[in-house]
C-alpha cells in the first residue's frame, strides 16, 4: 500500500485484510480464571462472557479499562432536503457545542460511568449531497472520512464506544440497510427523532429514490457506504478498523452506528468481531440488524436517541463485569471451600 494515509477505496482495502487473529490464549485463561472466583460457576452470566471478550480482544488474561471513550462524530445530511427528519440540520452544530459545555444526555452518561468523550465534527458548514439525486461522497470524500475515523482512535484507549450526531442520518441508516439486506424501504425506515405521518412517508420515498438512483452501483459495501452513506457513518466505518487493527474492544451504539459496522460486516465479518452491540435501539429494525450481525445486545432499554448514548450505558456494564474479573478473590485466596463432590 503506498505511504500516507488511503486516498481511494483500493487504498482503503488494503487496510480491510490482514487483521490481527483475536488472543484466544488470552480469552481461554480468563475463561479459567473466572472459574476460580468466589461465585457457583457461571453465576455472573453474560459479565462473565464480557470478561473474555474483552481478554481476546485486549490480549490479555486481565484486561484493563483505564482509558474508556465516548467516541462521537457528527456530520450533516443533504438528504434532510426531502423533509426526512422532524428538527432541523442546524440541531447538528447545534448538538456539538451542547456536548462541549455538557447539556447532553451523553454527557451525563459520560459523567455517572466516569468516561471520556471526544466529539470530532465533520465539515459541519457543508453537507453530503442529497443522496437521492447523487452519490452522498465521492470515493476520495468517502475515504478522507473513513481517515478520519481511524485517526481519532487514540492508542491509549481500551474500549470505544462508537456513536453519531447528524440530522437526517436514520434516513442514511435505512437506506444503507435495504441496500445491503434487500427488503422494503417501508420495513427499514423508523422515525428517527419522531417524525409524523407525512414525514416517514417522505422518508421512505427518499429511500425507494435513492434504490432507484443507485440500485446498479451497490453491490460493493463502499459503494454502499459513499452513494448512501455519510460522513460519520464513513468515519465510523474508519474507527471500527482502527480498533480492530490495535486490539481495542468496540460497543456500537445503535440503529445508525451499526449501519457503519454492517457495510464493514458485508465486507468481511471479521471486521466487526472486536465489536459488541451496546444495546437494542427502539428505532427500525434494529433487532433485525442486530441478527443479520450476529450481535446479542446487551441493553434493552427503549432507547432511540443516538450520540452513542446505549453504547456509553453499556459501557457502565462493561466496566462492572470487569472489575468483578480482575477484582474478585479466588477460592484458594478468600480460602473459601469450592464445590463439593467435584
Ligand atoms: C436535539 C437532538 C439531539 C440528538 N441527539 C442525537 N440525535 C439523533 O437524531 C438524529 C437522527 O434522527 P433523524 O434521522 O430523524 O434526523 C441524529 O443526529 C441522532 O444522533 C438527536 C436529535 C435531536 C433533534
Ligand atoms: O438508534 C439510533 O442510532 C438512533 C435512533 C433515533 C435517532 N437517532 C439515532
Known amino acids: 500500500m503506498p505511504p500516507g494515509p488511503p486516498r481511494s477505496f483500493p487504498d482503503l482495502l488494503y487496510l480491510l485484510r490482514d487483521l490481527p487473529p483475536p488472543a484466544e490464549a488470552s480469552a481461554a485463561a480468563a475463561r479459567a480464571r473466572q472459574a476460580e472466583l468466589t461465585k457457583p460457576q457461571g453465576s455472573l452470566g453474560r459479565l462473565e462472557e464480557i470478561a473474555e471478550f474483552l481478554a481476546r480482544w485486549q490480549g490479555r488474561e486481565m484486561p484493563a479499562l483505564e482509558h474508556p471513550l465516548v467516541l462521537i462524530f457528527a ?42 468523550l471526544k466529539v470530532v465534527p465533520l465539515d459541519l458548514a457543508t453537507a453530503t449531497e442529497d443522496f437521492t439525486r447523487a452519490p452522498a461522497m465521492s470515493e476520495a470524500e468517502a475515504t478522507a472520512h473513513f481517515a478520519r475515523g481511524m485517526a481519532a482512535v487514540p492508542a491509549n484507549a481500551d474500549l470505544v464506544a462508537i456513536g453519531e450526531m447528524g440530522i437526517g442520518n436514520t434516513t442514511s441508516a435505512a437506506a444503507i440497510y435495504a441496500a445491503l439486506y434487500g427488503g422494503l424501504p417501508a420495513y427499514w425506515a423508523g422515525r428517527g427523532t419522531g417524525v409524523d405521518d407525512a414525514g416517514l412517508a417522505r422518508k421512505i420515498a427518499a429511500i425507494d429514490a435513492a434504490l432507484a438512483a443507485h440500485g446498479a452501483h451497490l453491490s460493493q459495501p ?20 482502527a480498533a480492530r487493527r490495535a486490539g481495542i474492544p468496540i460497543l456500537l451504539d445503535g440503529y445508525v452506528a451499526c449501519a457503519a459496522a454492517a457495510v ?12 459488541l452491540a451496546g444495546h437494542q435501539s427502539a428505532d427500525g429494525a434494529h433487532a433485525n440488524v442486530l441478527a443479520r450481525l450476529g450481535k446479542r445486545p446487551l441493553l434493552d432499554l427503549g432507547m432511540r436517541l443516538g450520540e452513542a448514548s446505549g453504547a456509553a450505558m453499556a459501557a457502565g456494564l462493561v466496566k462492572a463485569a470487569l472489575a ?12 473459601v471451600a469450592g464445590k463439593s463432590g467435584s
Request: charged residues 15%; aromatic residues 4%.
Open 75 to 116: 456530520g450533516n445530511h443533504g438528504v434532510v432536503a426531502q423533509g426526512v427528519s422532524a428538527y432541523p440540520p442546524s440541531v447538528t452544530q447545534a448538538m456539538v457545542d451542547n456536548f462541549a459545555s455538557g447539556g447532553a444526555a451523553i454527557n451525563q452518561i459520560c459523567k455517572a460511568f466516569a468516561l471520556d
Open 222 to 241: 463502499l459503494e454502499v457506504l459513499r452513494r448512501l452513506g455519510g460522513r460519520e457513518i464513513a468515519a465510523m466505518a474508519g474507527a471500527i478498523v
Open 264 to 275: 464493514l460486516h458485508a465486507q468481511d465479518p471479521e471486521l466487526i468481531a472486536h465489536c
Open 324 to 335: 468483578c474479573h480482575t477484582g474478585m478473590a479466588t477460592f484458594a485466596e478468600a480460602q
